[in-house]
């Protein structure tokens, strides 16, 4: 099992900028995959960005050159700076992690409200 932490959270104007992190503990694979989704009440969990072990990303298209997903060298970490925030950006950031293990392996962080005013 892998327990996932995340911190960042807030409230910032439009405009602003955030950095969410997460922290993953427990049995970690080397060959991972870590990122960050985000929900709205109502809405399904949405995809926001991920970062494979070998440095491959993968973006939503609403990123648009505004949100940088990055992690550390031991691979237990992830972060992801936002900037350039806009009131459609509020939601519950979740934390994803997944690896395979003769099958796959998912787990996720409780989730950090972000909230942007106009």
């Known amino acids: 099992q892998v327990q996932l932490m995340e911190s960042g959270g807030g409230m910032v104007q439009a405009g602003g900028s955030l950095r969410l992190s997460c922290l993953a503990s427990?049995?970690?694979?080397?060959?991972?995959?870590m990122g960050w989704y985000r929900q709205v009440p109502g809405n399904e969990r949405e995809l926001v960005a991920i970062?494979?072990?070998?440095?491959?990303?993968k973006y939503a298209d609403f990123v648009k050159g505004r949100l940088t997903i990055s992690r550390d060298n031991a691979r237990t970490a992830v972060y992801l700076q936002m900037n350039g925030l806009r009131p459609e950006d509020t939601a519950v950031y979740y934390c994803?992690?997944?690896?395979?293990?003769?099958?796959?392996?998912?787990?996720w962080g409780q989730g950090t409200q972000v909230t942007i005013s106009s």
């Open positions: 994803y992690y997944y690896h395979y293990d003769g099958g796959p392996v998912t787990n």
């Open positions: 427990g049995r970690i694979f080397s060959s991972n995959v």
């Open positions: 970062l494979n072990s070998g440095g491959s990303t």
